[in-house]
Each structure stands twice: as structure tokens, then as C-alpha cells.
């Protein structure tokens, strides 16, 4: 079987409402569709994420092709490893894994697809095998004031979810409202926090101070992903336990995390590490210092949050309250599976490949949606 050809898709998938964060307010989610297609006519669909506009991102992924086209679909590790040295690691200063790693990610992903789907077994199955029947998640209220994210909190309650996660980071007093209203809303669930990054060591030490009467579970990259000793500074003297984020990209990245006793929690997914298999290198990393992994959830559609349930269901150190953005979209590209949350919970894929079935007519929507709203 040879790689015949990679088709790319840009997209825009809108957002039922606006999406606000520390960084600021995002309306859409921005991503290139992958196809890539086989002489045996087995398709493989993969995501990548936007590399700040999706133009950009398609520049490379037809260079991608260039250096995959011809090949063995199977042979994944290679291929990324040709990709990743031909396209980054030969420039030198571009040669970063984190500038790579969405790119490699999203073609990894349909890589996966294609293997699974010729072996006729989940992916999961091909990685290691599933360690259980269904992955947990928590649910994440939105809203703009603490008012509307405390009743959407109370009713991922109604929902099922035991876990409930919320965004600070947007200012002193509106997050001190915010933590007080939520956790009114939600009674005894455990409450979870991410600041992305929006606080020095001195202001995270103050508003964490803020937080701890409210019982909250952990705080996700209170500090920049550019400092390691900062991450470790505010742990140290942290009343809340602290999770690790946007400072967590390789699996020398989880190391460092670790030997540096940085962290209680590493967040991270595909598109932070290149894709399965690097991913499940920082799983064993974490799990031998005796850390769990939480899966990361981007401004993504229904494949990516499908290809990271097989990741999620192979390893061990699974957390039990995994990020879940699937519900931002008004509309996915993708039929099946249902990834509605049923108790806060999403059952193991069994269908070859990664499991879903691509809608050509939501496609064509969001492609048509880039077109009028991002493409120059």
C-alpha cells in the first residue's frame, strides 16, 4: 500500500458562543483538514490546528506531502521523523518540536487512521490496547461574567459531571467572582482552575491564596510556559495542588517537569507532542515519577477529540477528569460516534481506524466559512 495523495481542507468551525480566556475571546475554531489518500483506496482523516492562520499552516502541510507521498502508510514513524527533518530540523532555527508538532500531529493522526482501518481494529487496539471501557471528563461551563458561567456550571452538574473546570486569568476581582459563584453553583464537585499562564510567581501566590477556601482541586499553568522555575516557585508554597500545561510539549519537557517536582498533573494531548507516539512516551515519562496525565482538549473538531480517546485509553496514568471542547462547536464535521457527554463520560471507540465517519456536507459548510471570514 503507497500513499497516493494528501489532500488539505482549511476550516473554520464556529463556536455556539464566544470562548473567553485569559488570552483573550475566540469565536471560532481554526483548522486544516487532512485526507490523506492510498493506492487501495483506504482513506485516513487527520486535523491540524491553525498556526495563526490557517494559510500558513497550508504551506507546509504541502510540503509534508512532498516528502510522505510514495510511501508506505504504515511506515509512520519514519515518515514524521523524514518530515520533521526535511521541513524544520534543516533550518536550524525553525528546528523547535513545538513549532512542529501540530503539523506532524494532524498527519500522524490520519496515518493512524489508514493502519487501523487496514488492520481493520480501533487504533487503540494497534498502540497497547485499552485499559478501560470509557474515558471521564469535566465539564466546562462558558460564559463572559461569573453569573452565566455559574449557571452553565450548575448544569454540567445536572449533566452527571463529578468535575467541574473553569478559567481565571481575567482579572483579580472578576476571578475571585467567578471561583466563589461556581463553586455556589456546584455544591460538593470537585472544582478545577487554569489561569493560562496570566500571572507572575508574586500574583500567583496571592490569588491562589484567594482560591484555597474554595476547595479547589488544582490550578492549571498559573505562570509562562517560558519558565520552568517559576512553575516550580509557585508549587512550592502552593496550598492548591498545580497542574502543568502550555509548558509541556516533549517528553524532555515532562521530564524536566518532573525531576523538578514542578508539577501534581501534566495536561497534554496530540497536538502538543507530535502525535500518538510521542504522547504516549510522556504518559510513561509522568507515570514512572508517579504523575497523571490529563487529556488536553484545543479549537478542534470531533477528530481530534476521537484520535485522543484511543491515546487516553491506553495508558495508565489516565486522570479522571479529562478536557473536553467538543461542545464549543454549533456544528462538527464528523456523523459519528456520538460525543455528547453521557455522565461526564465518553465510551471506547470500537470502529476501525479512529472511529468516526467525516460529513462532506459540514465540510464543505466550514470550508465555505473559512473562505468568507479568514481567507484573504
Known amino acids: 500500500m503507497k500513499i497516493r495523495s494528501i489532500v488539505s481542507t482549511p476550516l473554520r468551525l464556529p463556536f455556539r458562543q464566544p470562548y473567553h480566556w485569559a488570552q483573550g475571546v475566540l469565536h471560532a475554531a481554526e483548522c486544516v483538514l487532512i485526507e490523506i489518500n492510498t493506492d487501495e483506496g483506504i482513506i485516513g482523516y487527520g486535523e491540524v490546528m491553525a498556526m495563526a492562520r490557517a494559510d500558513a499552516t497550508l504551506d507546509l502541510i504541502r510540503a509534508a506531502a512532498d516528502v510522505a507521498i510514495g510511501r508506505d502508510p504504515l511506515s509512520i514513524n519514519a515518515i514524521l521523523a523524514d518530515i520533521y527533518q526535511q521541513l524544520f530540523a534543516s533550518r536550524g532555527n525553525l528546528a523547535d518540536i513545538r513549532f512542529a508538532a ?14 487501523g482501518k487496514a488492520a481493520g481494529r480501533p487504533v487503540h487496539a494497534l498502540i497497547g490496547g485499552a485499559q478501560r471501557d470509557h474515558l471521564q471528563y469535566f465539564g466546562f461551563p462558558q460564559g463572559h461574567s461569573p453569573e452565566e458561567i455559574a449557571r452553565d456550571a450548575a448544569r454540567w452538574v445536572e449533566a452527571g459531571c463529578q468535575v467541574i473546570y473553569v478559567k481565571v486569568g481575567r482579572g483579580d476581582a472578576l ?14 464537585r470537585r472544582l478545577r ?7 507572575d510567581v508574586l500574583t500567583a501566590r496571592r490569588m491562589i491564596a484567594a482560591m484555597a477556601p474554595y476547595d479547589v482541586e488544582f490550578i492549571e499553568q498559573p505562570t509562562p510556559r517560558g519558565s520552568l ?23 524532555g519537557d515532562v521530564a524536566q517537569l518532573c525531576a523538578a517536582g514542578a508539577a501534581d ?7 502538543e507532542t507530535g502525535g500518538f507516539s510521542r504522547f504516549l512516551q510522556c504518559a510513561a515519562i509522568a507515570g514512572a515519577a508517579g504523575v497523571n496525565l490529563c487529556l488536553h482538549g484545543l479549537y478542534e473538531s470531533g477528530i481530534s477529540t476521537c484520535a485522543t480517546l484511543h491515546a487516553g485509553a491506553v495508558i495508565a496514568n489516565l486522570d479522571d477528569g479529562n478536557q473536553y471542547m467538543n461542545h464549543f462547536l454549533a456544528e462538527d464535521i464528523i456523523t459519528g460516534p456520538d460525543l455528547r457527554l453521557q455522565e ?33
Open 102 to 115: 501540530t503539523l506532524l500531529a494532524g498527519i500522524d493522526m490520519a496515518l493512524w487512521d489508514i493502519s
Open 175 to 188: 476571578d475571585r467572582d467567578i471561583v466563589r459563584q461556581v463553586r455556589g453553583a456546584i455544591g460538593d
Open 193 to 199: 482552575i487554569d489561569a493560562n499562564e496570566a500571572w
Open 229 to 251: 522555575t517559576a512553575l516550580a516557585a509557585v508549587r512550592a508554597h502552593s496550598p492548591i495542588p498545580v497542574a502543568a500545561d502550555q509548558i509541556a510539549y516533549t517528553p
Open 265 to 271: 498533573l501534566v495536561v497534554i494531548g496530540l497536538h
Open 344 to 376: 461526564g463520560t465518553l465510551p471506547l471507540l470500537t470502529a476501525p481506524g479512529l472511529g468516526f465517519d467525516i460529513n462532506p456536507d459540514a465540510v464543505a459548510r466550514a470550508a465555505e466559512n473559512y473562505r468568507q471570514n479568514v481567507a484573504g
